[in-house]
C-alpha cells in the first residue's frame, strides 16, 4: 500500500510567485493534515481536514495561504504571493480516523523562496 | 500555553542503550507520540502512550507520566541506522481538531 506522497520534492521560486503544493494521502484516509517546518524550528501544524471540509486552520500563517480537498482525496496548498520567510519543508500527514488515529507523514516538499 | 522539550543532540554507542526525554505542557492532552526522522524523509511512527506507564515495541519503550508531564524513549542495542531525529509530538484536543505539537527534535548520533 501506498504512504503518504507529496509533489514536488523541492520548489525553487522567487518572492511573488505562486506555488502550489500537492498531498496524495494513504487511500481511505479522511484526515489530512498540513504542517511545516521552517528553518530552525520545529515542526508546525498548519491546518486539518475531514474528508473536503476544513476542521481545522488554526495554524494558517495568513491568506496567502490557501488548501482545498476538492472531492476529499488529494490536497493542494497553494501560497500566493511567496514570501522569503515562507521558505521551509511542508509535511502532509493522513490518518484513517480522528480520535487516537496514528498520523502517517509524506517526505515534504522543500521550498525554497528567493 | 504549549510547550514541549527535548535535548536538541544525543551521543551514543552502538550496542549500546539511550534514553531521550520529553517534558510537555500542553491544554488538551490526548497522547503523546515519538516519530524518527532521518534526513530528506519522512518522519516515521514509532510508539505512541495515551495512558501511565511503558510501551514496549521490539528495541523501542516508550513511557509516559502525565501526572509530571514526561515521556522518554528508550532505545536498546543501538545501531548506526538508529542514527536520526526524534521527535517527540503531543496530539492536543483544546481545540477542534486531533492536531499534533510537535518538540523540536533530538538528533542521535551512534557511533561505532
Known amino acids: 500500500e501506498a504512504g503518504v506522497t507529496q509533489f514536488p520534492s523541492h520548489s525553487v521560486i522567487e518572492k511573488g510567485q505562486t506555488v502550489t503544493l500537492r498531498c496524495d494521502p494513504i487511500?481511505?484516509?479522511?484526515?489530512l493534515y498540513w504542517y511545516r517546518r521552517v528553518m530552525g524550528k520545529e515542526i508546525k501544524f498548519l491546518l486539518h481536514f475531514v474528508k473536503e471540509s476544513k476542521q481545522d486552520e488554526s495554524g494558517m500563517p495568513n491568506n496567502r495561504f490557501l488548501a482545498e480537498r476538492t472531492g476529499g482525496t488529494y490536497s493542494t496548498l497553494k501560497v500566493q504571493p511567496a514570501e522569503l520567510e515562507d521558505s521551509g519543508v511542508y509535511f502532509c500527514a493522513s490518518s484513517q480516523g480522528g480520535g487516537l488515529a496514528i498520523q502517517y507523514f509524506g517526505a515534504g516538499t522543500r521550498l525554497s523562496v528567493l | 500555553g504549549q510547550n514541549i522539550d527535548q535535548p536538541t543532540e544525543m551521543t551514543a554507542t552502538e550496542g549500546a542503550i539511550v534514553q531521550i526525554n520529553c517534558t510537555y505542557q500542553?491544554?488538551?492532552?490526548?497522547?503523546l507520540f515519538w516519530y524518527q526522522q532521518h534526513a530528506g524523509e519522512a518522519p516515521t511512527f514509532l510508539s505512541y502512550?495515551?495512558?501511565?506507564g511503558l510501551e514496549e515495541k521490539g528495541r523501542f519503550s516508550s513511557f509516559l507520566s502525565r501526572s509530571k508531564g514526561y515521556s522518554y524513549l528508550l532505545l536498546k542495542e543501538l545501531q548506526m541506522k538508529d542514527s536520526a531525529s526524534y521527535l517527540c509530538a503531543v496530539r492536543d484536543m483544546s481545540g477542534s481538531s486531533y492536531k499534533l505539537i510537535f518538540g523540536s527534535g533530538t538528533r542521535l548520533l551512534v557511533r561505532p
Open positions: 502512550n495515551v495512558l501511565d
Open positions: 500542553t491544554s488538551g492532552f490526548n497522547g
Open positions: 487511500s481511505g484516509h479522511d484526515n
